[in-house]
């Protein structure tokens, strides 16, 4: 088995501050995802990398940047926090492919900005 | 993007058979569905999935209706650890690899 390990667990942030989550996986999954989940909601789509140095959008990529910088780790920042906001961000690997791949999540980031 | 469509709640007891059912109307044909439930303050945990045949493990049985528009979780037995948010998802193919499109999930209360 493996472990998605996310830090910090809770993050809290001033308007227009530029914030920087971290995801490390150690099932040497080649494809890693960044979702957000906003209170009562389903998961949204921000980023995905399906290999090292590699970078997609998915639906909600504006106002986010990341980086895959090795394998095993790929972060997300915010670029500028807006006030009030209040969401989960998870992280998530899965072997590549079209078949089956079934996703692993870690715990979360909670992110308050105040 | 294909989309699902799930009850916003179910209510239940312990040792009941749970039917929890999904609408994917505009499912393609080489879309997977998948089944993750979540508890507070964890990540999403992977059930099942199926694409064309219902499917079975030790946590559930997925029946999809032959024309793929619709499925249904069947929790049997169901316990106070089953009590979660079910999530009815569409695995979609884009740019080489696959992304899950999530809807707002059925919230599953189990009572003793």
């Known amino acids: 088995g493996g472990i998605i390990t996310q830090t910090p667990k809770f993050l809290i942030g001033q308007e227009g501050q530029k914030l920087t989550l971290k995801c490390q996986q150690n099932f040497n999954h080649d494809t890693m995802y960044w979702y957000r989940q906003d209170s009562g909601k389903g998961l949204r789509l921000i980023y995905y990398s399906i290999t090292e140095n590699d970078l997609q959008k998915g639906d909600l990529s504006e106002g986010y940047d990341a980086s895959r910088e090795k394998k095993s780790s790929f972060s997300l920042t915010v670029t500028s926090a807006q006030k009030n906001e209040m969401a989960v961000f998870l992280c998530a690997s899965s072997i590549p492919g079209l078949g089956h791949a079934e996703q692993f999540f870690g715990p979360g980031t909670r992110l308050t900005v105040l | ?112």
């Open chain 2, 1 to 112: 993007d294909a989309k699902t469509t799930q009850p916003d709640s179910m209510e239940s007891t312990e040792g009941e058979t749970v039917h929890l059912p999904c609408s994917h109307a505009t499912i393609s044909g080489n879309e997977y569905i998948y089944w993750y439930r979540q508890v507070p303050l964890q990540g999403p945990e992977y059930v099942t999935h199926g694409l064309q045949q219902n499917t079975t493990n030790s946590m559930a049985f997925l029946a999809i209706a032959s024309d793929r528009k619709s499925s249904t979780l069947i929790l049997p037995h169901v316990s106070l650890r089953d009590a979660a948010v079910y999530h009815c998802i569409l695995r979609v193919a884009q740019g080489g690899s696959a992304k899950l499109i999530f809807g707002e999930g059925t919230k599953l209360t189990v009572s003793s």
